[in-house]
């Protein structure tokens, strides 16, 4: 356990950051999308390439607006070479 340096949301506060004793990561398991309008009990995944490509890049620019660390991208299985790459971009 240790301080880590603050983030824009906690107004100059560090916060602790921890050691995982478990390494789960959800880039491991499927992509699963679903119609909550069509499937409200999610039986019938969507299987649309295009659909996932776009929610995926929809959720890194939100990570990245919402200053996430790091180590969220690499459990997410999502590549963030590029961190200012969606600053002030519409997606």
Request: proline residues 7%; aromatic residues 8%; negative net charge.
């Amino acid at each position: 356990m240790k301080l880590h340096q603050s983030f824009p949301f906690t107004k100059g506060i560090p916060v602790l950051k921890l050691e995982s004793t478990n390494y789960i990561s959800q880039a491991d398991y499927p992509t699963l999308m679903f119609c909550i309008q069509k499937d409200p009990e999610e039986q019938y995944p969507v299987k649309d390439t295009e659909q996932e490509k776009r929610m995926l890049e929809l959720m890194k620019k939100m990570m990245l607006e919402n200053a996430c660390p790091e180590e969220q991208f690499i459990r997410m299985g999502i590549d963030n070479n590029s961190r200012d790459e969606y600053a002030g971009t519409d997606l």
